[in-house]
């Protein structure tokens, strides 16, 4: 009995010593640990550090198979420090058994929870560092978890599980420091193709070429070279043409006694310009085409007689001193142009006179017979110019007085005759002094002052109304004796020309009916004022506009 226990005892005795063995043989094992620097690390804005594998954690890697012994002694050994590196910030340290890695067998790897398109749309959202900036409040984000062993174990033959990677949203600086720390590493293609989508369209841009400022807002024409970066000057905006309305006119024809051969119901075409508040002009077109200007020797030399027959010495001196004006005879070329259909009006005077000033003043009411819808007179060829200046400012359109060319066509509107109702001019027809007609016409009345505009109801076959009597009308050329040297086309006539002197068209309500004609000129001093001056104008076509 007493032989058994003692045998029982030693057994224990030698179990006892090979468990201390054991335990001896883990703590030789132990003595030969590694102390190695993690691999990688990235320091948070708030002065943390995170590990790269192991997430920041300061103990040894868990070692399976080691019968929950191996980790919390290996914990407790005591190892010999090694001074650290110099570096500006601390390291982790991550501790490495060679002879336990062999002795105990690796897990499989385990592959990372993957990032659904709808948890990676914020983060993609919350990029909005450029390059060399820091993240979203001074922090950087983490970088992909790289696989264990990269480093420390080279040898190591498990291959990487590709995972989905999460959005990169740290800085490219930061991305290139990470990368030279671990080395050459080839990415996988999905992460690749996650960055070409996730990335914001900025960070896109930003890398192939620079931002450029967003040009301002086209304004009328005006264009920006997005390739040179300088501004190109566009084109100085012009008023759109108006548009074209038509009305109807009536348009007569007579014999040399006043009698009417012929009325006719016409179309014409004109722009109605605004130019104050309520207040139009209506430009009625004229076509292009060639005239016959002046009066004929054969002409004038008829007139003298009926000048003398009709009139007495006082009246026939003035006339006849006028009639060589009117020669010689030539054919203009005339190109299309608008003229307004009217003489202006005193209310149309006002509404531009209230424009802002180009060289002139200018009187609100300068007319002795006051009336909105007479014409204006008492008007100066330099307050006439200043008028067509103000309205070309205040419209982008070219105004001008007509030269004589172009007011003489204008009248004739096609005819020969000595006026454009035909060979005579009655008081029923226009604002003169009836008591002098001419030819075989009857006497009419003498008219006291103008009349309002179109208020005959008759026009020419161009649609222009009072072209014959009521106000003398100013045109643009130098006054030259003849039309002797006279441009062939109907441009303005300058050279050679008196300047203080402008030529004058078309007769007034006080002249005789001889001096209304067509043909017949008049002068006067640039400067001067009567109650017998007016005038109408000229709009340039759009290929002669301010450019």
């Known amino acids: 009995m007493l032989g058994k226990s003692r045998l029982t005892c030693f057994r224990a005795v030698l179990c006892l010593l090979g468990i201390n063995l054991s335990v001896m043989l883990a703590i030789g094992a132990l003595a030969q640990v590694e102390i190695v ?19 920041g954690k300061a103990k040894s890697k868990p070692r399976a198979g080691a019968a929950g012994r191996g980790e919390g ?12 590196p110099a570096m500006t910030r601390p390291l982790e340290f991550s501790i490495v058994s060679p002879a336990l890695h062999e002795l105990t067998p690796k897990p499989a790897p385990q592959p990372e929870p993957v990032a659904s398109p709808s948890q990676t749309a914020p983060a993609a959202e919350s990029v909005a560092p450029a390059a ?3 993240g979203v409040g001074g922090e950087e984000k983490e970088k992909p978890a790289a696989v264990a062993g990269a480093v420390a174990e080279p040898k190591a033959t498990a291959e990487p599980v590709p995972v989905a990677a999460p959005v990169v949203a740290a800085p490219v600086v930061a991305e290139k420091e990470a990368a030279s720390e671990k080395g050459p590493e080839k990415a996988p293609e999905k992460m690749e193709e996650k960055r070409e989508t996730q990335a914001p369209a900025p960070l896109q841009e930003a890398a192939e070429k620079p931002v450029a400022a967003a040009p301002p807002p ?14 190109t000057a566009a084109p100085r ?6 548009q074209v309305f038509t009305y109807e006119y009536n348009s007569i024809t007579s014999d040399p006694r006043g009698r009417v051969v012929s009325s006719e119901k016409r179309v014409g075409r004109y722009l109605s310009e605004e130019i104050g508040p309520g207040m139009v002009l209506e430009m009625v077109e004229i076509p292009a085409g060639n005239f016959l200007m002046g009066a004929s020797e054969l002409a004038l030399q008829q007139l003298q007689k009926e000048a003398a027959a009709e009139l007495g010495k006082k009246l026939e001196g003035r006339v006849v001193e006028r009639l060589p004006w009117e020669g010689p005879q030539r054919v203009v070329k005339v190109n299309g142009f608008h003229m307004s259909k009217f003489e202006i009006t005193q209310a149309q005077w006002r509404a531009v006179a209230a424009l802002p000033k180009v060289k002139l003043e200018l009187m609100a009411e300068p007319s002795e017979f006051r009336g909105d819808n007479l014409p204006v007179e008492r008007i100066t060829w330099d307050e006439a110019v200043e008028f067509c200046a103000r309205l070309t400012r205040a419209t982008g359109r070219k105004y001008r007085l007509p030269t004589e060319a172009e007011w003489e066509y204008a009248c004739r509107a096609g005819s020969e005759s000595s006026f454009h109702f035909g060979e005579t001019l009655t008081t029923e027809w226009a604002s003169f002094n009836g008591k002098h007609p001419f030819g075989k016409s009857p006497k009419g009345e003498a008219r ?17 109304y009072d072209m014959h009597g009521n106000v003398w009308e100013w045109c643009q050329d130098n006054w030259h004796e003849t039309h002797l040297g006279a441009p062939d086309e109907a441009h303005l006539w300058n050279a050679s020309g008196i300047a203080y002197l402008k030529a004058l068209r078309g007769g007034a309500w006080d002249s005789l009916a001889i001096e209304s004609r067509s043909s017949s000129r008049n002068r006067m001093t640039a400067g001067i004022r009567l109650n017998s001056i007016g005038f109408r104008v000229v709009a340039e076509p759009a290929s002669s506009n301010m450019k």
């Not at 002694?73 to 650290?84: G, L, M, Q, V």
């Not at 304004?219 to 970066?229: F, Y």
């Not at 006291?448 to 222009?464: D, E, H, I, K, T």
């Open 218 to 231: 086209l304004e009328g024409k005006r264009a920006i070279a997005a390739e040179s970066g300088k501004e």
């Open 237 to 242: 905006a012009v008023k759109a043409p108006e």
């Open 448 to 464: 006291l002052q103008p009349s309002p505009v179109g208020s005959y109801g008759l026009a020419n076959a161009f649609g222009l």
């Open 37 to 55: 620097p993690s691999r990688s690390r990235t320091v948070r804005g708030n002065g943390k550090t995170t590990g790269g594998a192991n997430q």
């Open 132 to 134: 060399g900036t820091a």
């Open 73 to 84: 002694e290996a914990a407790s050994a005591p190892a010999a420090p090694r001074e650290a």
